[in-house]
């Protein structure tokens, strides 16, 4: 399985998950996992997907989710599963 870590954060609007889910179920990219919150006004989620059936790779779904980010203003991230708990060790 190929896991992916993606964060979105921003200012509240209608329809941020609605659009972050599309593009994921038009790449055939599964979510495993979903957090989001809302904290006054500001809009925070982190999924981890497998994108083991994507048919693109990683980078150019990176930069096509940054650019969706831009479109519905919010900041759209995403990191290799085992990048990130590189990262995140102590």
């Known amino acids: 399985m190929n896991k992916t870590i993606i964060t979105v954060v921003g200012k509240d609007t ?3 998950i609605a ?3 599309t ?3 038009e790449n055939k990219i599964n979510i495993l996992d979903i957090s ?3 904290v006054q ?3 925070n989620m982190m ?4 994108t083991n059936a994507m048919e693109k790779h990683f980078g150019e779904m990176a930069d096509e989710l940054h650019r969706l980010g ?8 995403c990191q290799k599963e085992e990048i990130f708990d590189k990262m995140h060790r102590i």
């Open 36 to 38: 989001q919150t809302i």
């Open 41 to 43: 006004g500001y809009f």
């Open 47 to 50: 999924m981890i997907v497998d």
């Open 23 to 25: 593009y994921l179920a």
């Open 14 to 16: 209608v329809g941020i």
């Open 70 to 77: 831009e479109e519905i203003g919010v900041d759209i991230k």
């Open 19 to 21: 659009r972050v889910c």
